[in-house]
């Protein structure tokens, strides 16, 4: 008897043109470290009396489905979940490298359909109608760079066979930790210990009634990027414009040798004003939690611009 076991597992991805309606062709293969996307439906204990002490038989609840997914951040396959996050990118370069430049505040979010395939079992379940709803990842000196996917489907098709084909493999070329910087107004920010980063679309799942158990979709509201800064309190540059009330512009940068580079860019980022402890006899460290509002000038929140040898997604 097969068992499932993740070191086999796959992940395939396609954009759909239709919500709710997975491609018949299109899809990648996707590098994943984790997922926990997948449909869930409770049982309701009956609360019906009048026949003895042991109940009837439950009932089934609503059915969601949803889930994270964990995914290296790369120079060609984060580009895809960037799409699925932001919108459609503005593309520049008539050959390798190419410029592509994502920003927030779309209205228009793609949908994707995510096959994850077991296929010692076999079991190939489809999750039509994904839609992004938070990207989110940590800045640190060391350890494995990857980012958090948090996804809401339409719903999940089980299946003994794939859907998706052959897909197209993507090669690889993973950033690290150590490709990492971090500026604030275009100077390098010193002292930084790690920090936390999170982008959320806010989606409003459209519950309604229907005979198959599925949301109607899931549509983007009001957008949000804030994270968490801690630092070795060497300075008083970001406790002086937290108390001040002034913004600056953070920018988390990572870049190969080869010239692939992925730099986010907030335009507008407000500090608080925080507690400054002394623990013991080590370095004294402060935790900035900041928010990203929308910049005056560029007229959005923030800019992610990924160089590749993608022409486009």
């Avoid at 992940?11 to 309606?21: F, I």
């Avoid at 926990?36 to 009932?59: C, H, M």
């Avoid at 982008?199 to 509201?221: V, W």
Wanted: glycine letters at 10%; charged letters at 15%; hydrophobic letters at 40%.
């Amino acid at each position: 008897m097969a068992r499932a076991q993740g070191a086999r597992a796959q992940m395939a991805l396609a954009y759909e043109s239709v919500y709710g309606t997975p491609p018949a062709s299109g899809y990648f293969k996707m590098p994943f470290a984790s997922a926990t996307l997948g449909a869930e439906q409770p049982l309701l204990e009956s609360e019906l009396l009048g026949y003895g002490r042991d109940p009837l038989a439950p009932i089934k609840d609503a059915l969601t489905s949803d889930g994270d997914v964990v995914v290296p951040i790369d120079a060609r396959a984060f580009g895809y979940w960037l799409k699925a996050t932001f919108g459609d990118p503005i593309t520049t370069g008539a050959e390798a490298p190419y410029t592509h430049e994502f920003r927030s505040g779309s209205w228009t979010l793609p949908s994707l359909a995510i096959e994850i395939g077991m296929p010692e079992v076999p079991r190939f379940a489809m999750y039509a109608g994904c839609v992004v709803d938070q990207l989110s990842w940590q800045m640190q000196r060391s350890g494995l760079l990857t980012a958090s996917v948090s996804l809401i489907a339409q719903g999940e098709t089980p299946a003994t066979t794939t859907s998706a084909g052959t897909p197209t493999e993507i090669a690889l070329q993973r950033f690290g930790h150590f490709n990492g910087a971090i500026k604030r107004d275009g100077v390098e920010l010193g002292n930084v210990v790690s920090t936390q980063i999170t982008y959320g679309n806010n989606l409003d799942r459209i519950e309604t009634i229907r005979a198959d158990g599925k949301i109607d979709g899931a549509d983007p509201s009001m957008a949000m990027l804030s994270g968490s800064m801690e630092v070795r309190f060497a300075d008083t540059t970001l406790m002086d414009q937290a108390i001040n009330g002034t913004t600056c512009a953070l920018e988390f940068a990572y870049s190969l040798p080869t010239g692939e580079s992925l730099t986010f860019t907030m335009h507008s980022v407000y500090l608080p004003r925080p507690r400054v402890e002394i623990g013991g006899p080590q370095g004294v460290q402060a935790t900035f939690d900041w928010q990203a509002a929308k910049d005056a000038v560029t007229g959005r929140m923030c800019t992610v611009t990924l160089i590749n040898g993608v022409e486009a997604y």
